[in-house]
């Protein structure tokens, strides 16, 4: 379906600048969430602080989406 975000409440057009900002985080986030699972696979790292991580920079890249898209809901 083409143009989907306009029937999705709360999401605006976006301009060419801002899908390419927020690719780019999506980009590093990917690249980000593999360095994740390798240190989860070592036995040397504390998997309870990895998951930790994991959660923080999971939730700053969604905030760093969500500053550029800027929704108009909660």
Do not use: Y
């Not at 994740?36 to 930790?52: F, G, H, P, Y």
């Not at 920079?57 to 989406?65: A, N, V």
């Amino acid at each position: 379906m083409e143009n989907q975000h306009r029937e999705i409440k709360g999401c605006r057009e976006l301009n060419e600048h801002e899908i390419a900002c927020i690719n780019g985080v999506k980009e590093l986030a990917a690249k980000v969430g593999e360095l994740i699972v390798s240190l989860d696979q070592m036995d040397e790292t504390d998997k309870r602080w990895v998951a930790i991580a994991k959660t923080d920079l999971q939730k700053g890249f969604m905030s760093l989406t969500r500053a550029i898209a800027q929704p108009t809901t909660f």
